[in-house]
């Protein structure tokens, strides 16, 4: 009986977390733990979803599982990342159109800001806790919210902002989209 739950205790643990990016460009994060099949999927079809409704200045906040594939009903850990900053962009072919660094600046938060929310809406429907990384600034979100890290990383990327409220940065997206609508 002691081989039997060893062993069933080692096919559960075969799988890490993914190791996280230091890409200061990218908001990555990771699930701490694994994730039942079924709220992965739920949580990959809300990603979609919110992608659809709301835009992402430069990449949407893809959700990736390891540990198997969406829907296998066995559990996985998420992870992803939110390319943040756009620096410019292609208009036509062989045409490029740069961003404003405040204009990115100000877009690249509003979207970490958008990200750490699903993360903690996630964390309060599943029970889950995330790891976030940009750079090297590493932190935590769980359904409190963001630990000190995490608010360092949000604190790092609105000062670069020129130290604008998150609902100033929400506010600007309209604004943003409409001065950079070519990128569509």
Known sequence: MR???VAVALVACTGR??????DPQALAWRSRSKVPDAAARQIAAEAVGAARRRPAWSEPNHVHAADGPFGDGQAKYLFGEARLYLGEYETDPGKFREVEPGDDARMAYADALFVVQELRGWSNAHDIDWDVQLGSTQGRVNARGPDA?????????AHLAGGITPQAAESDREHLDAK???RR
Do not use: F, S, W
Request: proline share 10%; charged share 25%.
């Open 3 to 5: 081989t039997v739950i």
């Open 17 to 22: 977390p993914p190791a996280l990016h230091n």
């Open 149 to 157: 890290g995490a608010e360092k990383l949000l604190a790092d990327l």
């Open 180 to 182: 950079y609508r070519d």
